[in-house]
């Protein structure tokens, strides 16, 4: 996309140089940071603006981009010490820890039917999805200081939520196991069970992995889908406001509502068939209802997102319908990946979960970091496509699990048994 006219060369509040040319539009500078604007209203004073990027459709430009908001150049930040910057980079990390382990720590309590995983998983997935559009509504007619105070409320509600609302649950606490034992006992106890190599070595099982990378598939493409938007369509499609730019937040979050109500329900059906064919369940089964959505519908989706913003074809409506169609199918795939992990191994179902959600967000926080250099590198299309095969590959390992996950589980399980046998003879 061409540098608008209206685009400056130098930072916010600077002026170009008198003998500075604008004639090349490649040469010229522009900024994807969101920088405070001068306001003539006092009250105004920490609004922010969005400021214009080059586009990836015309991604040779990308290498042009500067962010000046942030480091040395803002002001702000500048000010403080060392010390003090490390602090606020703490805080940070920990709130957005507490996201994430708010939602796996919950998990081994969940019942293990795929219809109320569907609904314990809206909340996971429709968060990241409606939270940009909710703060680019605050960023845009307040201060974005009101953002951390929303989150306190919503904290604060969710704590007394679970303290006046949630009955306890658990058939028998562990707790228990410890009573009477000496300390040395009860240490060594304790540590075989926060171990955290015992989740590492779940992987040995191949349907755990296969499982594990296809869930971080799906993850890896939720994040690189969502993390680029400002960057990717603001440009495409002029848009100048937080506000603007978070209404297409709206579309997967739709869709990932929508999925709730049929995606667990729909694996719950394929289960019952399979049982009714067979005369006798088997935890694999259930991944056979994600397998289309991940193998064939995201992917098109992704395909068509990506090369339809890289082209400039359809408007704003083609990624738009996009993005809900695979929010919506990746309700049609989460609730039987996770409900195979709790299924699975059900004596050791925390540790499967606990696996299985390391893996998948280390390839969400790859996805994060590596989306934007990537449009930058090789535009939004080529990397919709690397996600779109990450997607296949991923169904295809589900396939897979699906169709020879009970005879990996059985044949480990039966070597465990005589490696046992001979160190007890």
């Known amino acids: 996309m061409a540098p608008s006219s209206t685009s400056s060369s130098a930072p916010a509040g600077q002026h170009a140089p008198p003998n500075t040319s604008f004639a090349e539009p490649e040469k010229s500078t522009e900024y994807a940071s969101i920088i405070p604007q001068p306001r003539s209203n006092e009250n105004d004073q920490d609004r922010l603006q969005l400021q214009r990027t080059v586009s990836s459709v015309s991604h040779h430009d990308m290498a042009n981009v500067q962010y000046i908001a942030t480091g040395d150049n803002d002001v702000i930040y500048s000010k403080f010490t060392e010390r003090r910057k490390m602090v606020i980079v703490a805080v940070v990390s920990f709130c957005s820890f507490l996201a994430p382990i708010s939602s796996t720590t919950v998990l081994s309590a969940v019942p293990e039917v795929a219809e109320t995983f569907g609904w314990f998983l809206s909340g996971t997935l429709i968060g990241p999805a409606l939270g940009p559009f909710i703060g680019g509504i605050i960023v845009t007619f307040r201060s974005w200081r009101d953002i951390f105070w929303l989150q306190t409320a919503l904290a604060g509600a969710a704590t007394l939520f679970c303290f006046f609302l949630?009955?306890?649950?658990?058939?028998?606490?562990?707790?228990?196991?410890?009573?009477?034992?000496?300390?040395?006992?009860?240490?060594?106890?304790?540590?075989?069970?926060?171990?955290?190599?015992?989740?590492?070595?779940?992987?040995?099982?191949?349907?755990?992995?296969?499982?594990?990378?296809?869930?971080?598939?799906?993850?890896?493409?939720?994040?690189?889908?969502?993390?680029?938007?400002?960057?990717?369509?603001?440009?495409?499609?002029?848009?100048?406001?937080?506000?603007?730019?978070?209404?297409?937040?709206?579309?997967?979050?739709?869709?990932?509502?929508?999925?709730?109500?049929?995606?667990?329900?729909?694996?719950?059906?394929?289960?019952?068939?399979?049982?009714?064919?067979?005369?006798?369940?088997?935890?694999?089964?259930?991944?056979?209802?994600?397998?289309?959505?991940?193998?064939?519908?995201?992917?098109?989706?992704?395909?068509?997102?990506?090369?339809?913003?890289?082209?400039?074809?359809?408007?704003?409506?083609?990624?738009?319908?996009?993005?809900?169609?695979?929010?919506?199918?990746?309700?049609?795939?989460?609730?039987?990946?996770?409900?195979?992990?709790?299924?699975?191994?059900?004596?050791?179902?925390?540790?499967?979960?606990?696996?299985?959600?390391?893996?998948?967000?280390?390839?969400?926080?790859?996805?994060?970091?590596?989306?934007?250099?990537?449009?930058?590198?090789?535009?939004?299309?080529?990397?919709?496509?690397?996600?779109?095969?990450?997607?296949?590959?991923?169904?295809?390992?589900?396939?897979?699990?699906?169709?020879?996950?009970?005879?990996?589980?059985?044949?480990?399980?039966?070597?465990?048994?005589?490696r046992k046998e001979e160190a007890l003879a």
Not at 371 to 391: D, E, K, M, N, Q
Not at 392 to 406: D, F, Q
């Open 166 to 418: 949630q009955p306890e649950t658990i058939h028998k606490k562990r707790a228990d196991e410890l009573v009477g034992l000496p300390t040395a006992q009860r240490a060594h106890k304790m540590w075989q069970w926060l171990n955290p190599f015992r989740v590492v070595k779940l992987y040995r099982y191949p349907n755990i992995l296969l499982t594990a990378l296809a869930s971080s598939s799906l993850v890896w493409n939720m994040y690189s889908l969502l993390t680029p938007i400002r960057y990717v369509l603001n440009p495409r499609f002029n848009l100048q406001s937080p506000l603007q730019s978070g209404l297409f937040y709206i579309a997967p979050g739709c869709g990932y509502l929508l999925g709730t109500f049929f995606g667990g329900r729909y694996a719950d059906h394929i289960v019952k068939k399979y049982i009714q064919r067979r005369g006798h369940r088997v935890s694999e089964d259930r991944l056979r209802s994600c397998v289309f959505f991940l193998g064939v519908v995201i992917p098109a989706c992704m395909l068509i997102y990506g090369w339809s913003v890289e082209k400039r074809v359809g408007g704003i409506a083609l990624p738009v319908v996009m993005m809900f169609l695979q929010g919506v199918a990746q309700l049609f795939c989460f609730p039987s990946l996770n409900t195979y992990c709790l299924d699975v191994m059900q004596g050791r179902s925390a540790e499967v979960v606990a696996g299985n959600y390391f893996m998948r967000y280390m390839f969400a926080a790859a996805g994060s970091a590596a989306c934007l250099p990537a449009v930058r590198a090789i535009g939004v299309g080529w990397f919709s496509t690397i996600s779109a095969g990450f997607l296949v590959a991923g169904a295809g390992a589900t396939w897979l699990t699906a169709v020879k996950g009970r005879e990996w589980r059985e044949g480990i399980e039966e070597a465990k048994a005589r």
